[in-house]
């Protein structure tokens, strides 16, 4: 009867190891995938925030290449006919500690970050720009080139 009475013991002890094993184990995984979606939620934010951000500063430059194209003031003026708004924008070199991309479009601004499949679109409307060059580069500080003169008024936007 002793003997048996071990034997209880030791398989008692091994279920609850087994037991306390697969309960954490699923306390750390069910914890990776809360804070994967928490991550995923931040960097949707941060995408929005900074291409609200530069369409904002984009339309800045646009208004203000406007007015000093007008006026002549508030403005770099390169030749007679031309006048140039750089306007710099300091935007972040990584979104939730990753690299993400910056497309600018005739529309709208897209950001995106591609460990997290993450894609936002911001549009815009500049008031009295003609054209916007299309481009891509990876995030970061930006300048926003305004440039009015004769043949039409262009924005462009390039990293710093």
Known sequence: MREDRAVSVTVSYVIQIGISTVLLTGLLI???????????????????????????????????????YGTNTTATVTDPGATT??????????????????????????????????????????????????TAFQGGPVTVTAVYDDPGVRLEVTRR
């Open 30 to 68: 069910g914890a990776g995938s809360l804070i994967d979606r928490q991550t995923t939620g931040v960097a949707t934010t941060e995408l929005e925030v900074n291409g609200n951000r530069l369409a904002g500063d984009l339309m800045a430059a646009d208004r203000l290449g406007a007015v000093a």
């Open 85 to 134: 708004v750089r306007v710099n924008v300091d935007l972040p070199r990584s979104i939730a500690g990753e690299p993400y991309r910056i497309e600018v479009t005739e529309t709208a601004i897209v950001l995106s970050v591609d460990r997290h499949d993450l894609t936002v679109s911001v549009p815009y409307e500049p008031l009295y720009s003609d054209s916007i060059g299309t």
